[in-house]
């Protein structure tokens, strides 16, 4: 009895285990680099959920997206160690009188982009440049590092106050899954 339930728990280990390391990807658009004594990273994300944001735009709902990049120190033998987690807040609009597509930065306040193409549109709004994540000082040599990268899309439907009153309206909320680059200093 004791032997099935240690094998049958080893298994359901490896298993979630693979399951785990299977669901992260490998971004298509992700650069890391140094410069000025920091460390900068390039982020491009959520190419596939263009056509689900298309129709709601269209519609005229407003769509936050929400870009989480976390870049932690690998640790063997002991929990990572979290060194930075930046999370950028961006809206797309969709201007029905003058059929333009406006992506506002909402930590200032301000249009990034204003263009009548969806597609220049959804680069800018999933896109992230020159983020500085941390100083190159807590960089050590030889140490295994990893950034990690996530966009998550939601839209809001009906006003906040009358959420609670409609509950046949959700919030409708997707999230891309984890993009993981490691590499080592």
């Known amino acids: ?37 920091a460390v ?9 959920l263009c056509a689900r944001i298309q129709h709601s735009t269209m519609d005229g709902i407003p769509v936050n997206v929400a870009i989480s990049v976390v870049f932690s120190r690998i ?17 797309l609009k969709y201007d029905l009188t003058r059929k333009n597509y406006v992506v506002l930065d909402d930590n200032s306040s301000q249009a990034l ?13 999933f896109s992230v ?24 899309v939601t839209k809001k439907g009906i006003p906040p106050i009358l959420r609670p009153l409609l509950t046949i309206f959700p919030r409708y909320s ?4 984890w993009y993981v680059l490691d590499f080592s200093n």
């Open 174 to 177: 997707c999230k891309t899954d």
């Open 75 to 91: 640790r063997s033998l002991w929990l990572d160690e979290k060194l930075t987690e930046v999370t950028i807040q961006r809206t």
């Open 129 to 152: 440049e020159h983020l500085k994540l941390a100083p190159t000082t807590k960089l050590h040599k030889g140490e295994h590092y990893q950034i990690r990268a996530r966009a998550e």
């Open 1 to 37: 009895m004791k032997r099935t339930t240690l094998f049958s728990f080893l298994f359901f280990f490896t298993v979630s285990a693979s399951v785990v390391s299977a669901s992260s990807r490998q971004p298509e658009h992700i650069l890391v680099f140094a410069s000025n004594g």
């Open 40 to 48: 900068l990273v390039r982020v491009g994300l959520g190419d596939d």
């Open 113 to 125: 982009l204003t263009t009548p193409s969806f597609t220049e549109a959804m680069h800018v709004l």
